[in-house]
Protein backbone atom coordinates (compact mmCIF):
# COMPACT_ATOMS: atom_id res chain seq x y z
CA UNK A 1 0.00 0.00 0.00
CA UNK A 2 1.74 3.31 -1.01
CA UNK A 3 1.80 6.30 0.76
CA UNK A 4 0.28 9.65 -0.82
CA UNK A 5 1.25 13.44 -0.26
CA UNK A 6 -1.51 15.66 1.19
CA UNK A 7 -3.35 19.01 2.32
CA UNK A 8 -0.18 20.22 3.88
CA UNK A 9 2.91 19.68 1.67
CA UNK A 10 5.40 22.43 1.98
CA UNK A 11 7.12 21.78 -0.92
CA UNK A 12 10.77 21.82 0.31
CA UNK A 13 11.67 18.48 -0.59
CA UNK A 14 13.29 17.43 2.55
CA UNK A 15 11.24 13.69 1.72
CA UNK A 16 13.40 13.30 -1.82
CA UNK A 17 16.73 12.69 -0.94
CA UNK A 18 15.45 10.05 2.20
CA UNK A 19 13.35 7.92 -0.74
CA UNK A 20 15.41 4.94 -1.83
CA UNK A 21 13.75 4.19 -4.93
CA UNK A 22 13.05 8.21 -6.47
CA UNK A 23 9.15 7.63 -6.54
CA UNK A 24 8.82 11.46 -5.30
CA UNK A 25 8.56 13.87 -8.04
CA UNK A 26 9.21 16.68 -9.16
CA UNK A 27 12.46 16.87 -8.29
CA UNK A 28 14.64 20.08 -7.81
CA UNK A 29 16.49 18.80 -11.30
CA UNK A 30 13.21 19.00 -13.18
CA UNK A 31 10.95 21.39 -15.14
CA UNK A 32 7.76 20.84 -13.33
CA UNK A 33 9.71 21.74 -10.01
CA UNK A 34 8.54 24.88 -7.75
CA UNK A 35 5.48 24.98 -10.63
CA UNK A 36 2.81 22.00 -8.87
CA UNK A 37 0.85 22.88 -5.86
CA UNK A 38 2.54 19.54 -4.04
CA UNK A 39 5.17 16.85 -4.98
CA UNK A 40 3.71 13.61 -5.79
CA UNK A 41 4.67 10.05 -4.79
CA UNK A 42 4.83 7.26 -7.17
CA UNK A 43 1.89 4.72 -6.41
CA UNK A 44 3.26 2.38 -9.05
CA UNK A 45 7.20 2.63 -7.30
CA UNK A 46 6.29 3.50 -3.97
CA UNK A 47 7.55 0.43 -1.59
CA UNK A 48 6.14 1.46 1.54
CA UNK A 49 8.73 2.22 3.65
CA UNK A 50 7.68 5.43 5.47
CA UNK A 51 10.99 7.12 4.90
CA UNK A 52 9.17 9.73 3.23
CA UNK A 53 6.71 9.94 6.36
CA UNK A 54 9.65 10.77 8.87
CA UNK A 55 11.44 13.53 7.08
CA UNK A 56 8.56 15.56 6.15
CA UNK A 57 8.84 18.87 8.51
CA UNK A 58 4.82 19.28 8.22
CA UNK A 59 3.38 15.89 8.42
CA UNK A 60 1.85 16.41 4.76
CA UNK A 61 2.99 12.51 4.18
CA UNK A 62 0.60 9.43 5.16
CA UNK A 63 0.08 5.99 4.16
CA UNK A 64 -3.15 5.48 1.57
CA UNK A 65 -5.14 2.89 4.01
CA UNK A 66 -4.85 5.67 6.91
CA UNK A 67 -6.36 8.74 4.58
CA UNK A 68 -9.24 10.46 5.98
CA UNK A 69 -12.32 10.74 4.13
CA UNK A 70 -12.09 14.14 3.64
CA UNK A 71 -8.26 13.36 2.52
CA UNK A 72 -9.01 10.52 0.69
CA UNK A 73 -8.74 12.27 -2.48
CA UNK A 74 -5.00 13.08 -2.60
CA UNK A 75 -4.29 9.29 -3.16
CA UNK A 76 -6.29 10.15 -6.58
CA UNK A 77 -3.91 13.05 -7.38
CA UNK A 78 -0.84 11.69 -6.52
CA UNK A 79 -1.65 9.19 -9.11
CA UNK A 80 -3.12 11.41 -11.63
CA UNK A 81 0.54 13.34 -11.78
CA UNK A 82 2.22 10.15 -12.99
CA UNK A 83 -0.67 9.04 -15.81
CA UNK A 84 1.21 9.82 -18.93
CA UNK A 85 4.83 9.90 -16.86
CA UNK A 86 7.26 6.96 -16.57
CA UNK A 87 7.21 4.72 -13.74
CA UNK A 88 10.95 5.31 -13.22
CA UNK A 89 12.20 8.75 -13.68
CA UNK A 90 16.21 9.09 -14.08
CA UNK A 91 17.90 10.35 -10.40
CA UNK A 92 18.91 14.13 -10.40
CA UNK A 93 22.70 14.25 -10.79
CA UNK A 94 24.41 14.66 -7.10
CA UNK A 95 25.13 18.12 -5.86
CA UNK A 96 28.07 19.02 -3.68
CA UNK A 97 29.19 21.84 -1.52
CA UNK A 98 32.58 23.67 -2.77
CA UNK A 99 35.69 21.69 -2.08
CA UNK A 100 37.13 24.64 -0.19
CA UNK A 101 34.58 24.29 2.18
CA UNK A 102 36.38 22.90 5.11
CA UNK A 103 39.32 25.32 4.39
CA UNK A 104 37.26 28.72 4.41
CA UNK A 105 38.26 31.37 6.35
CA UNK A 106 35.72 32.47 9.52
CA UNK A 107 32.87 34.96 7.35
CA UNK A 108 30.05 36.04 9.40
CA UNK A 109 26.73 36.71 7.36
CA UNK A 110 24.01 39.04 8.22
CA UNK A 111 20.52 37.56 7.49
CA UNK A 112 18.17 40.36 7.95
CA UNK A 113 15.01 38.58 8.41
CA UNK A 114 13.60 35.44 10.91
CA UNK A 115 11.16 33.73 8.12
CA UNK A 116 11.55 30.78 6.40
CA UNK A 117 13.49 32.17 3.37
CA UNK A 118 16.12 33.28 6.12
CA UNK A 119 15.96 30.27 7.80
CA UNK A 120 16.63 28.08 4.84
CA UNK A 121 19.41 30.24 4.11
CA UNK A 122 21.09 29.61 7.56
CA UNK A 123 20.38 26.07 7.40
CA UNK A 124 22.69 25.83 3.92
CA UNK A 125 25.10 28.02 5.51
CA UNK A 126 25.52 26.28 8.78
CA UNK A 127 27.25 23.44 6.44
CA UNK A 128 30.03 25.72 6.31
CA UNK A 129 32.03 25.72 9.73
CA UNK A 130 33.76 28.92 8.98
CA UNK A 131 30.42 30.56 9.10
CA UNK A 132 28.57 32.86 11.81
CA UNK A 133 25.38 33.84 10.92
CA UNK A 134 23.42 36.92 12.95
CA UNK A 135 19.23 37.40 11.97
CA UNK A 136 18.66 40.72 12.08
CA UNK A 137 14.31 41.29 12.60
CA UNK A 138 12.37 44.69 13.20
CA UNK A 139 10.11 42.33 15.60
CA UNK A 140 10.63 41.27 18.53
CA UNK A 141 9.94 38.26 17.80
CA UNK A 142 11.21 35.74 15.15
CA UNK A 143 9.18 33.31 12.55
CA UNK A 144 8.22 35.93 10.09
CA UNK A 145 5.04 34.33 7.22
CA UNK A 146 5.97 31.01 9.23
CA UNK A 147 4.56 32.48 12.35
CA UNK A 148 2.17 35.54 11.17
CA UNK A 149 1.53 34.23 7.86
CA UNK A 150 0.53 30.70 7.98
CA UNK A 151 -3.47 30.74 9.44
CA UNK A 152 -4.05 29.05 12.66
CA UNK A 153 -5.93 26.34 11.73
CA UNK A 154 -3.36 25.13 9.19
CA UNK A 155 -1.74 23.24 12.21
CA UNK A 156 0.29 21.06 9.90
CA UNK A 157 2.08 24.10 7.71
CA UNK A 158 2.34 25.75 11.10
CA UNK A 159 4.76 22.86 12.46
CA UNK A 160 7.45 24.37 9.85
CA UNK A 161 7.72 27.10 12.46
CA UNK A 162 9.05 24.39 14.97
CA UNK A 163 11.52 22.59 12.26
CA UNK A 164 13.79 26.16 12.28
CA UNK A 165 13.14 26.77 15.87
CA UNK A 166 16.61 24.98 16.86
CA UNK A 167 18.42 27.57 14.20
CA UNK A 168 17.71 30.31 16.74
CA UNK A 169 19.77 28.57 19.33
CA UNK A 170 22.33 27.21 17.29
CA UNK A 171 26.14 28.90 19.49
CA UNK A 172 27.05 30.12 15.62
CA UNK A 173 23.93 31.95 15.24
CA UNK A 174 23.52 35.76 16.92
CA UNK A 175 19.55 36.87 17.41
CA UNK A 176 19.31 40.98 16.77
CA UNK A 177 15.82 41.52 17.36
CA UNK A 178 13.56 45.06 17.54
CA UNK A 179 16.41 45.98 14.59
CA UNK A 180 15.27 47.10 11.44
CA UNK A 181 18.24 47.23 8.82
CA UNK A 182 17.26 50.86 6.81
CA UNK A 183 16.13 52.69 9.87
CA UNK A 184 17.79 51.56 13.15
CA UNK A 185 20.99 50.51 11.54
CA UNK A 186 21.49 51.67 7.84
CA UNK A 187 22.53 49.05 5.14
CA UNK A 188 25.88 50.93 4.49
CA UNK A 189 26.91 50.02 7.97
CA UNK A 190 26.02 46.57 8.14
CA UNK A 191 27.74 45.78 4.99
CA UNK A 192 30.79 46.97 6.94
CA UNK A 193 30.15 44.81 9.96
CA UNK A 194 29.74 42.01 8.25
CA UNK A 195 31.25 39.97 4.79
CA UNK A 196 28.20 39.32 3.38
CA UNK A 197 24.29 40.12 4.22
CA UNK A 198 21.09 38.51 2.71
CA UNK A 199 18.04 39.82 2.34
CA UNK A 200 15.05 37.85 3.36
CA UNK A 201 12.70 40.74 3.74
CA UNK A 202 9.41 39.40 2.02
CA UNK A 203 6.96 41.46 -0.21
CA UNK A 204 4.85 43.63 2.71
CA UNK A 205 2.93 45.56 0.69
CA UNK A 206 -0.45 45.07 -1.74
CA UNK A 207 -0.32 44.98 -5.23
CA UNK A 208 -2.42 47.87 -6.28
CA UNK A 209 -6.28 47.58 -7.08
CA UNK A 210 -7.05 50.79 -9.23
CA UNK A 211 -10.30 51.53 -9.59
CA UNK A 212 -12.97 53.90 -7.54
CA UNK A 213 -13.72 54.02 -4.15
CA UNK A 214 -10.75 51.83 -2.48
CA UNK A 215 -10.21 55.16 0.08
CA UNK A 216 -13.39 54.21 2.01
CA UNK A 217 -13.74 52.70 5.27
CA UNK A 218 -14.71 49.13 5.04
CA UNK A 219 -12.32 48.47 2.31
CA UNK A 220 -8.62 46.94 3.79
CA UNK A 221 -6.29 44.41 3.35
CA UNK A 222 -6.53 41.06 3.59
CA UNK A 223 -3.02 41.16 4.69
CA UNK A 224 -4.26 43.24 7.65
CA UNK A 225 -6.91 40.38 8.33
CA UNK A 226 -4.04 38.08 8.23
CA UNK A 227 -2.20 40.09 10.50
CA UNK A 228 -4.93 40.41 12.88
CA UNK A 229 -6.10 36.90 13.15
CA UNK A 230 -2.40 35.22 14.04
CA UNK A 231 -1.69 37.92 15.89
CA UNK A 232 1.29 40.41 14.26
CA UNK A 233 2.60 42.97 16.73
CA UNK A 234 2.02 46.17 13.83
CA UNK A 235 -1.75 44.78 13.60
CA UNK A 236 -3.87 46.55 16.50
CA UNK A 237 -6.38 44.30 17.77
CA UNK A 238 -9.49 46.45 16.52
CA UNK A 239 -7.71 46.39 13.38
CA UNK A 240 -10.84 44.49 11.98
CA UNK A 241 -14.23 45.54 13.55
CA UNK A 242 -17.00 42.50 12.26
CA UNK A 243 -19.59 44.47 14.36
CA UNK A 244 -22.83 44.89 12.33
CA UNK A 245 -20.78 42.91 9.32
CA UNK A 246 -22.65 40.09 7.22
CA UNK A 247 -21.41 39.88 3.96
CA UNK A 248 -18.05 40.34 3.41
CA UNK A 249 -16.55 40.44 -0.41
CA UNK A 250 -13.24 39.33 -1.03
CA UNK A 251 -11.43 40.60 -4.26
CA UNK A 252 -8.96 38.26 -5.13
CA UNK A 253 -9.04 34.09 -5.25
CA UNK A 254 -5.59 33.06 -4.00
CA UNK A 255 -4.87 31.22 -0.75
CA UNK A 256 -4.67 34.48 1.05
CA UNK A 257 -8.49 35.20 -0.24
CA UNK A 258 -9.49 31.39 1.08
CA UNK A 259 -7.00 31.75 4.20
CA UNK A 260 -9.78 34.72 5.19
CA UNK A 261 -13.01 33.36 3.99
CA UNK A 262 -12.57 30.15 5.98
CA UNK A 263 -11.13 31.95 9.20
CA UNK A 264 -14.28 34.54 9.32
CA UNK A 265 -16.78 31.73 8.57
CA UNK A 266 -15.18 29.38 11.09
CA UNK A 267 -16.97 27.58 14.41
CA UNK A 268 -14.96 29.56 17.09
CA UNK A 269 -15.20 26.33 18.82
CA UNK A 270 -13.03 24.66 16.53
CA UNK A 271 -10.26 27.86 16.65
CA UNK A 272 -10.02 27.68 20.54
CA UNK A 273 -7.13 25.27 20.82
CA UNK A 274 -4.89 27.10 17.41
CA UNK A 275 -3.14 29.94 18.11
CA UNK A 276 -5.55 32.15 16.51
CA UNK A 277 -5.09 35.53 18.55
CA UNK A 278 -7.04 35.93 21.80
CA UNK A 279 -8.80 39.22 20.09
CA UNK A 280 -9.68 37.97 16.78
CA UNK A 281 -11.18 34.73 18.56
CA UNK A 282 -13.21 37.45 20.76
CA UNK A 283 -14.60 39.17 17.56
CA UNK A 284 -15.06 36.03 15.86
CA UNK A 285 -17.53 34.49 18.91
CA UNK A 286 -19.55 37.65 18.44
CA UNK A 287 -19.08 37.71 14.61
CA UNK A 288 -22.71 38.19 12.41
CA UNK A 289 -20.49 37.27 9.18
CA UNK A 290 -22.81 34.75 7.01
CA UNK A 291 -21.81 35.37 3.46
CA UNK A 292 -18.15 35.58 2.41
CA UNK A 293 -17.97 36.26 -1.35
CA UNK A 294 -14.44 35.46 -3.29
CA UNK A 295 -14.28 37.87 -6.70
CA UNK A 296 -12.30 36.27 -9.42
CA UNK A 297 -11.90 38.34 -11.92
CA UNK A 298 -11.33 34.82 -14.19
CA UNK A 299 -12.34 31.53 -14.76
CA UNK A 300 -12.32 28.20 -12.75
CA UNK A 301 -9.70 27.14 -14.70
CA UNK A 302 -7.32 29.84 -13.82
CA UNK A 303 -7.95 29.69 -10.29
CA UNK A 304 -5.13 30.86 -8.49
CA UNK A 305 -6.01 29.36 -5.18
CA UNK A 306 -4.31 25.63 -4.81
CA UNK A 307 -6.76 22.70 -4.23
CA UNK A 308 -4.95 22.08 -1.34
CA UNK A 309 -6.74 25.50 0.12
CA UNK A 310 -9.99 24.93 -1.46
CA UNK A 311 -10.28 21.46 -0.18
CA UNK A 312 -9.82 22.72 3.05
CA UNK A 313 -13.17 24.63 2.64
CA UNK A 314 -15.20 22.00 0.87
CA UNK A 315 -14.56 19.56 3.68
CA UNK A 316 -15.74 21.93 6.36
CA UNK A 317 -19.52 20.48 8.04
CA UNK A 318 -21.45 23.92 8.54
CA UNK A 319 -20.11 25.95 5.93
CA UNK A 320 -21.84 25.84 2.67
CA UNK A 321 -18.97 26.11 -0.13
CA UNK A 322 -21.29 28.15 -3.54
CA UNK A 323 -20.78 28.77 -6.97
CA UNK A 324 -21.88 31.65 -8.80
CA UNK A 325 -20.22 32.82 -12.32
CA UNK A 326 -21.24 33.16 -15.98
CA UNK A 327 -23.07 30.33 -17.62
CA UNK A 328 -21.98 27.06 -17.87
CA UNK A 329 -19.37 27.58 -14.99
CA UNK A 330 -20.30 24.17 -13.65
CA UNK A 331 -19.01 22.28 -16.75
CA UNK A 332 -16.13 23.70 -16.98
CA UNK A 333 -15.03 22.95 -13.15
CA UNK A 334 -16.42 19.06 -14.40
CA UNK A 335 -14.26 19.55 -17.11
CA UNK A 336 -11.17 20.24 -15.05
CA UNK A 337 -8.68 17.70 -14.12
CA UNK A 338 -8.63 16.38 -10.50
CA UNK A 339 -5.28 18.09 -9.67
CA UNK A 340 -6.69 21.44 -11.57
CA UNK A 341 -7.50 23.95 -8.07
CA UNK A 342 -10.82 24.12 -8.41
CA UNK A 343 -12.00 20.68 -9.26
CA UNK A 344 -12.62 20.73 -5.47
CA UNK A 345 -15.44 23.14 -6.10
CA UNK A 346 -16.92 19.75 -8.55
CA UNK A 347 -20.54 18.96 -7.51
CA UNK A 348 -20.91 22.52 -6.06
CA UNK A 349 -24.94 24.02 -5.82
CA UNK A 350 -25.25 27.35 -7.88
CA UNK A 351 -26.80 30.51 -5.77
CA UNK A 352 -27.62 34.05 -6.51
CA UNK A 353 -24.76 36.31 -5.80
CA UNK A 354 -27.19 39.04 -4.82
CA UNK A 355 -28.74 36.42 -2.71
CA UNK A 356 -28.70 36.82 0.83
CA UNK A 357 -29.29 34.44 3.49
CA UNK A 358 -28.98 33.21 7.10
CA UNK A 359 -26.77 30.54 7.03
CA UNK A 360 -23.10 30.68 7.25
CA UNK A 361 -21.88 30.68 3.00
CA UNK A 362 -18.60 31.25 0.99
CA UNK A 363 -19.35 31.46 -2.63
CA UNK A 364 -16.81 31.89 -5.89
CA UNK A 365 -18.04 34.31 -8.28
CA UNK A 366 -15.90 33.39 -11.01
CA UNK A 367 -15.65 35.92 -14.17
CA UNK A 368 -16.08 38.96 -12.36
CA UNK A 369 -13.44 41.51 -12.08
CA UNK A 370 -14.34 44.46 -9.64
CA UNK A 371 -15.19 48.06 -11.19
CA UNK A 372 -15.66 49.75 -8.11
CA UNK A 373 -16.44 50.27 -4.61
CA UNK A 374 -19.58 52.02 -3.94
CA UNK A 375 -20.91 53.96 -0.47
CA UNK A 376 -21.83 56.86 1.15
CA UNK A 377 -18.92 57.05 4.28
CA UNK A 378 -18.19 53.34 3.58
CA UNK A 379 -18.51 50.49 1.77
CA UNK A 380 -21.82 49.77 0.65
CA UNK A 381 -21.33 47.33 -2.49
CA UNK A 382 -19.21 45.89 -5.14
CA UNK A 383 -19.42 46.51 -8.71
CA UNK A 384 -18.38 43.83 -10.68
CA UNK A 385 -17.60 43.65 -14.39
CA UNK A 386 -20.66 41.95 -15.61
CA UNK A 387 -23.25 44.82 -14.06
CA UNK A 388 -24.04 43.20 -10.94
CA UNK A 389 -23.50 44.76 -8.07
CA UNK A 390 -22.74 43.13 -4.40
CA UNK A 391 -24.00 44.72 -1.20
CA UNK A 392 -21.50 44.17 0.98
CA UNK A 393 -20.25 45.72 4.69
CA UNK A 394 -16.49 44.77 4.57
CA UNK A 395 -14.22 44.51 1.28
CA UNK A 396 -11.08 43.14 1.29
CA UNK A 397 -7.98 43.26 -1.16
CA UNK A 398 -6.64 40.62 -1.59
CA UNK A 399 -4.98 40.23 -5.39
CA UNK A 400 -1.36 39.85 -4.01
CA UNK A 401 1.71 41.32 -2.81
CA UNK A 402 4.96 43.28 -3.64
CA UNK A 403 8.16 44.33 -1.53
CA UNK A 404 8.49 48.04 -0.36
CA UNK A 405 11.43 49.76 -1.80
CA UNK A 406 14.47 50.87 0.71
CA UNK A 407 15.98 53.43 0.81
CA UNK A 408 20.07 52.71 -0.02
CA UNK A 409 19.00 49.11 -1.97
CA UNK A 410 18.11 48.70 -5.70
CA UNK A 411 14.78 47.88 -6.33
CA UNK A 412 13.07 46.63 -9.45
CA UNK A 413 9.53 48.00 -9.58
CA UNK A 414 7.94 45.77 -12.42
CA UNK A 415 8.43 42.53 -10.26
CA UNK A 416 8.24 44.45 -6.82
CA UNK A 417 11.54 42.94 -5.44
CA UNK A 418 14.89 43.20 -4.86
CA UNK A 419 16.76 43.99 -8.35
CA UNK A 420 19.01 40.85 -8.43
CA UNK A 421 20.59 38.38 -10.54
CA UNK A 422 20.52 34.71 -9.24
CA UNK A 423 20.29 35.99 -5.72
CA UNK A 424 23.32 38.48 -5.88
CA UNK A 425 21.93 41.97 -5.75
CA UNK A 426 22.94 44.11 -8.65
CA UNK A 427 22.97 47.59 -9.18
CA UNK A 428 20.65 49.57 -12.14
CA UNK A 429 23.87 49.26 -14.68
CA UNK A 430 23.64 45.25 -13.92
CA UNK A 431 26.86 45.69 -12.06
CA UNK A 432 26.62 43.28 -8.62
CA UNK A 433 27.14 45.08 -5.16
CA UNK A 434 29.51 43.21 -3.52
CA UNK A 435 28.76 40.73 -0.18
CA UNK A 436 24.66 41.67 -0.86
CA UNK A 437 22.50 38.96 -1.95
CA UNK A 438 18.47 38.20 -1.61
CA UNK A 439 16.27 35.39 -1.29
CA UNK A 440 12.78 34.50 -1.03
CA UNK A 441 9.68 36.39 -2.20
CA UNK A 442 12.77 39.63 -1.55
CA UNK A 443 14.35 37.74 -4.88
CA UNK A 444 12.03 36.62 -7.03
CA UNK A 445 8.52 38.60 -6.28
CA UNK A 446 5.43 37.24 -4.31
CA UNK A 447 5.57 33.98 -6.19
CA UNK A 448 5.93 30.37 -4.60
CA UNK A 449 5.21 28.86 -0.73
CA UNK A 450 7.16 28.32 1.90
CA UNK A 451 8.87 25.23 0.98
CA UNK A 452 9.71 27.23 -2.58
CA UNK A 453 12.53 29.14 -0.46
CA UNK A 454 14.79 26.13 -0.16
CA UNK A 455 16.10 25.88 -3.39
CA UNK A 456 15.81 29.19 -3.92
CA UNK A 457 17.87 29.90 -0.99
CA UNK A 458 20.42 26.94 -1.74
CA UNK A 459 20.98 29.12 -5.16
CA UNK A 460 21.98 32.18 -3.24
CA UNK A 461 24.38 30.78 -0.40
CA UNK A 462 26.04 28.97 -3.76
CA UNK A 463 26.27 32.51 -5.14
CA UNK A 464 27.82 33.48 -2.03
CA UNK A 465 30.04 31.04 -0.87
CA UNK A 466 31.57 31.09 -4.18
CA UNK A 467 32.19 34.93 -4.34
CA UNK A 468 33.83 33.55 -0.94
CA UNK A 469 36.14 31.34 -2.30
CA UNK A 470 37.16 33.36 -5.18
CA UNK A 471 37.77 36.44 -2.70
CA UNK A 472 37.92 35.68 0.99
CA UNK A 473 37.10 38.24 3.28
CA UNK A 474 39.31 40.64 4.66
CA UNK A 475 39.28 40.89 8.42
CA UNK A 476 37.27 43.31 9.75
CA UNK A 477 37.30 45.23 12.91
CA UNK A 478 33.79 43.31 14.49
CA UNK A 479 31.48 44.92 16.58
CA UNK A 480 30.50 43.69 20.15
CA UNK A 481 27.70 41.18 19.45
CA UNK A 482 24.84 41.49 22.03
CA UNK A 483 23.45 38.36 21.89
CA UNK A 484 19.27 38.06 21.58
CA UNK A 485 17.05 40.86 22.57
Same mark, same amino acid.
Given at each position: ? $????????????????????????????????????????????????????????????????????????? $??????????????????????????????????????????????? %?????????????????????????????????????????????????????????????????????????????????????????????????????????????????????????????????????????? $?????? &??????????????? @??????????????? %??????? %????????????????????????????????? @????????????????????????????????????????????????????????????? @? &???????????????????????????????????????????? $???? &?????????????????? @????? %?????????????????
Amino acid at each position: M $AFAITQNCCNDASCLSVCPVNCIHPTPGEPDFGKTELLYIDPRSCIDCGACADACPVDAISRVSRLSDDQAVY $ADINADYYRDRPAVAAWDPPTFPPSSINTMPRFDVAIIGTGPAACYT %AQALLRVPGSRITFFDKLDVPGGLARFGVAPDHAGTRQIGEHFRSLFIHPRVTMRLGVEVGADISHEETARKFDSVVYAVGADNDRPLDIPGTELPGFISARTVVGWYTGHPDVPADAVDLTGVHRVTIIGNGNVALD $AARILT &ADPNVLENTEISRHA @LASLRKSTVTQVVIA %ARRGPEF %AAFTRSECQALVSRPGVEVAVAGPEGVLGAIEQ @LPVSAPASALRGAPIVDLQAAGTERRIVFAFGRAPKALTGDNRVESVELSDGVTVATDLAL @L &AVGYRGTPSPGMPFDAMSGAIRNLEGRVINDDGSAVPGRYVVGW $AKRG &ATGGIGDNKVDAEQTVDA @LLADI %AADPPARKRRFQRRGTR
